[in-house]
């Protein structure tokens, strides 16, 4: 484990049950994505609309995990830039009437640029010091968006009602599920290219950079181009996960980015699993559905106990960081790594004289 | 020119209070090296007990020195049962503690004491002789208690064998286990003692800014920039940052940027000062080895 | 590669989905209502900034106990689902469609905050949900044109500004106005009001404007600024943290003024105790509602009714938050509705008398503030009445007035 401790992870060669653990991954994603392929025809119109919005969270947590979990740079600040995009995405379709669907990448790129551009500050800044910046840019950013003289433009504190989108060229769908498999196709590529970035030459410095930055540089990484651009990337996956956020929900206002939203992304990728790719998506899912958990398990207490739903909150999330610390992914990995030893362990005890 | 001095006496006394929690932060930071993001909860919840106390009829003082002591016992405990198990965990894993803990206490508070706002008494009296137009009997008296906690906490890690130890204990726990420091028990002192002084933040801040489960949310976040303004290892430094938050805020809303945006000013400031001094404006720079 | 047997089973699992689909459809007119039971539902902020209003969903919760206690209406139990939003818009947008959707409400009553609502009032108005007796001020919930299914309860903000203008108008013309308002919907309206008030008089008499977040500690600063502009009348619309500290900090920093506080923080118990009583003298508003902490309705009837409610259903809630009378009285409104559907709880139906409510009265409004809806009237309440502190209780004055 490392200074922050992040697990690495393991690389077994050895076989479980006939298959290598490769083959085991990528069955589990074959099925992952049947599963959620299925989803939108076999759950209510309410069910999709909430693992769309799992999806949603999974980009925007697959953005901070580059940038917190594989590069080390705390931020407290990322429902800025879902926010950002959110905006982006409201503007250009009620005032300047862009069809939905291309403004995601406007807003991505927006963002793109405005992470790059605060990350090149940000370089100078450190752990806790880079997380009150980045908690002054989530703080700061509801009230930009509230300032009077841009009202026109961004709707004020009323903020900016948008339609939702149909499905288009006459599919059988109806608009929950269309967006469901509109979120779920951008989200697959993203996912994608995050894998890709993370395991090329410029994840190995984002790593690099997070484990030994004094070391890296001396190896010749070019520490701040990797921080900045880092920044950016992990900026653009939020925005687009904010754009479609904005769509998926219809509505958005300063009151819906609050210091609250950037807080659960941070507890989504920890809990999720850092420096991990699918730790975004179980990380989303805590998200989205653990508080709606909480609230049903306080109402077992009786309705005098109307705001206790977030302590039990508060005592699930410390429940989960004492059953594992390094996250879901950090716990399976270590599931894992076991069952392959004693598979490997098994073999080699019954083969004698090997 | 009377409206600017009422600014700067009026930033004066908010960084009064700014200064005391960053106080307990950076108590916090000494003892473990984290940023404890319950802290202001904790200490709401310490003004909470206190304000029962009095409530059912103890005298201000007795109330003060009991809630200080259940606030002690309360952050030893929670080191100990809560925190101590995360210690080989990541610290991002400890962070999420922090955000748990936060929302339990805050979450208790509304759910006992209900949302209604409630009234804290002061222990300085209504018109005592050295209040002033700018600046009230209570506002003077807070700013004295936070110097002097400032006195006590310096004079406790540079002139007592207790304050090296726990200092020891935060910087290098290896080498300080083998010169025979309970590392584990200096954790737990640590948070005992930042308890306290959040206990005591919390009771100073509540006459001003009444008793309400949401109270310490914004004095946490000033004081949290306060306290890295001025660095986060230095006492000194803390309680400095603190006040210049204070009346920095006040300077911008007033005559800088108009008040719809004064968080933004206030913040970018800080920020731009972080940029140019990183470690704070009289934090320690740290040099690292390859 | 997908198996010739996953495919089948994929198929076979999407036709028995749509099918049952169609099965879940309601019954016909009457969602939400069985013979036992009508179900209805709510968001409010339970945590969050606004988590101090939750005290009027615990109130609504506790009225319709005691509905249900007296046999209900008609036999049928109200049952309320009041789920936490945090005052997040799209927590509600995703705690509205669990209601509407999986719960199947007939109706959603008095959701609270205005990006809330709206942010589901397209959604609700779509399906041809009621979207009944918002709880919020703010002026856009009366347009029954365009959203005829959503109807608000209280007086507006900006028709309680209007009610001040006028007053300033014709009793100090030349007054020099200073404004603190919380800086979002509820605070702006007030400003808005005001200003549409006054008229060409606004650009002269509004002499400073401040603002704050409820993230801001102390609003001392903007009281200090609000002083040196010279203003000698304030118009205060704060919630009852920021109200206690203005009303304090005016009075210690020496800033008499003509001082208009907002109704939502008029609380004799909880806002103007701490702040004060000798500081609160002089402060005037404009309510519709008897103050539950005023003494001078001490043998009141209806406060005694409310006293009793209270007593045996909110046994330790505290009696001076007015959140409390406030959903009472928004239940009981909609009991009266309800009674009046008899037994035709379609929501179209139950649209239809919520727009048919004549000169109905209530135990905590003021005396001769009634409730009036119509086909083009979706403002239930709209007349208020000016009150002055005396320094112990509310002295009415004027006669009752519509903004």
């Known amino acids: 484990m490392t200074a922050l401790g992040y697990t690495q992870a393991a690389a077994p060669t050895r076989q479980v049950a006939g298959l290598s653990v490769s083959a085991w991954r990528r069955i589990g994603l074959g099925a992952a994505l049947a599963l959620a392929l299925i989803v939108p025809f076999w759950a209510s119109s309410y069910h999709t609309f909430q693992f769309t919005l799992v999806v949603v969270y999974a980009i925007a947590l697959m953005g901070l995990n580059l940038l917190t979990g594989y590069n080390g740079q705390i931020s407290l600040g990322h429902g800025a830039f879902y926010a950002i995009g959110a905006y982006v995405t409201a503007v250009l379709v009620q005032k300047a009437g862009v069809p939905y669907w291309a403004t995601v990448p406007v807003a991505g790129l927006v963002c793109l640029g405005a992470g790059f551009l605060f990350g090149l500050p940000a370089l100078r800044l450190e752990g806790l010091y880079l997380a009150l910046a980045t908690f002054a840019l989530a703080l700061v950013t509801p009230q930009i968006l509230k300032f009077k003289n841009f009202a026109t433009w961004t709707g004020g504190v009323q903020g900016i009602l948008m339609d939702k989108p149909d499905a288009p060229w006459g599919l059988p769908l109806d608009s929950d599920q269309w967006l469901y498999f509109f979120c779920l196709a951008l989200a697959l590529p993203l996912f994608w290219a995050a894998r890709n970035l993370v395991a090329s030459r410029t994840g190995r410095a984002m790593v690099a950079i997070r484990d030994h930055p004094v070391a890296a540089a001396t190896m010749g990484v070019s520490t701040a181009l990797t921080k900045s651009l880092t920044f950016g990337v992990s900026a653009f996956y939020t925005g687009i996960a904010g754009s479609l956020g904005g769509i998926v929900v219809g509505f958005v206002a300063p009151d819906s980015f609050s210091i609250l939203l950037s807080l659960s992304f941070l507890v989504g990728v920890v809990v999720g699993g850092l420096a991990s790719i699918w730790g975004a998506l179980f990380g989303a899912l805590f998200v989205v559905f653990v508080p709606n958990y909480a609230d049903q398990i306080s109402d077992l207490l009786g309705e005098r106990a109307k705001a206790l739903p977030w302590a039990i909150y508060g005592v699930l999330l410390i429940a989960f960081m004492y059953l594992m610390p390094t996250g879901v992914v950090g716990m399976l990995r270590t599931a894992a790594a076991r069952l392959v030893e004693g598979a490997g362990r098994g073999r080699s005890l019954g083969k004698p004289g090997a | 020119m009377t409206a600017l001095l009422h600014q700067i006496f009026s930033g004066l006394a908010s960084g009064g209070i700014y200064a005391s929690v960053a106080l307990a932060l950076v108590l916090i930071y000494q003892a473990t090296h984290l940023v404890n993001f319950a802290q202001g909860e904790m200490a709401m919840f310490a003004t909470y007990i206190a304000w029962a106390l009095v409530q059912a009829g103890l005298p201000y003082w007795p109330a003060f020195l009991l809630t200080l002591a259940i606030a002690f016992a309360g952050g030893v405990v929670i080191e100990r049962v809560i925190i101590r198990p ?118 100073m801040a509540a006459p001003i800014v009444y008793l309400e489960p949401n109270m310490m949310g914004g004095i946490l976040l000033y004081g949290f920039a306060g306290a890295l303004l001025g660095g986060i290892d230095n006492p000194w430094g803390a309680v400095l940052g603190g006040f210049i938050v204070g009346v920095l805020e006040n300077l911008a809303g007033g005559y800088v940027v108009g008040p719809d945006l004064k968080l933004t000013a206030a913040l970018i400031i800080i920020v731009g000062v972080l940029v140019v001094r990183p470690s704070g404006l009289f934090g320690y720079r740290i040099v690292t080895r390859v | 590669m997908i198996s010739r047997r996953r495919l089948l089973q994929t198929t076979a699992a999407s036709a028995a989905a749509l099918a049952t689909r169609s099965l879940r459809a309601w019954a016909a007119n009457a969602p939400g209502v069985t013979d036992k039971e009508i179900k209805i539902g709510q968001t409010m902020p339970y945590s969050g900034p606004a988590s101090s209003y939750g005290a009027i969903g615990k109130a609504e919760l506790a009225y319709f106990k005691k509905v249900n206690d007296e046999g209900g209406i008609s036999g049928r139990m109200i049952n309320l689902l009041s789920l936490d939003d945090g005052y997040s818009p799209p927590k509600t947008v995703e705690q509205i469609r669990r209601l509407v959707e999986q719960d199947g409400v007939a109706f959603i009553f008095q959701s609270l905050g205005t990006p809330s609502n709206s942010a589901i009032q397209k959604y609700l108005n779509d399906r041809k949900v009621p979207q009944l007796f918002v709880a919020t001020g703010a002026t856009k919930w009366n347009d029954p044109k365009r959203f005829p299914w959503t109807m608000g309860w209280q007086p507006n903000y900006q028709t309680e500004a209007h009610i001040y203008a006028k007053y300033l108008l014709a009793d100090k013309p030349d007054a020099k106005i200073g404004i603190l308002y919380q800086n979002d919907d509820y605070g702006k309206d007030y400003v808005i009001g005001l200003k549409d008030g006054l008229g060409d008089k606004a650009k002269t008499m509004i002499v400073k404007e401040e603002s704050y977040e409820t993230s801001d500690p102390t609003i001392d600063s903007q009281i200090v600024s609000l002083q040196s502009s010279g203003a000698d009348t304030f118009l205060n619309a704060t919630t009852p943290k920021f109200a206690a500290q203005a009303i304090r900090k005016s009075y210690d920093i020496g800033w008499k003024s003509l001082h208009f506080l907002n109704n939502v923080s008029i609380s004799v118990g909880s806002v103007l105790t701490p702040a004060g009583l000798e500081k609160s003298a002089g402060v005037i508003t404009a309510d519709y509602r008897k103050d539950p902490t005023d003494p001078r309705w001490k043998d009141d009837a209806g406060y005694k009714q409310w006293l009793e409610f209270m007593k045996k259903y909110m046994p330790d809630a505290d009696l001076a938050d007015n959140d409390h009378p406030y959903g009472m009285m928004a239940a009981m409104t909609l009991v009266q509705v309800l009674k009046q559907c008899g037994n035709d709880l379609s929501r179209e139906n139950i649209m239809k008398e919520a727009a048919n409510l004549h000169d109905l009265e209530m135990p905590m409004l003021l005396p001769g503030i009634k409730i009036n809806t119509s086909a083009d009237n979706f403002a239930p309440i709209k007349q208020m009445q000016l009150q002055r502190f005396n320094g112990k209780t509310w002295e009415l004055f004027g006669g009752v007035l519509s903004g």
């Open chain 2, 86 to 203: 995360f210690d080989k965990a990541p610290v991002l894993a400890s962070v999420c503690v922090f955000i748990g803990l936060l929302s339990i206490f805050n979450s208790l508070a509304g759910f006992i004491f209900t949302y209604t706002i409630k009234s804290f008494p002061s222990p300085f009296a209504e018109k005592a002789w050295y209040g002033t137009r700018f600046m009230s009997p209570h506002e003077v008296g807070e700013i004295a208690v936070t110097l002097a906690m400032l006195v006590l906490v310096y004079a406790f890690f540079r002139f007592t064998p207790l304050g090296l130890a726990m200092r020891a204990a935060a910087q290098n726990p290896v080498s300080s286990r083998l010169v025979g420091i309970r590392v584990g028990w200096m954790l737990a002192l640590g948070w005992g003692l930042a308890a306290a002084a959040g206990a005591v933040a919390g009771m």
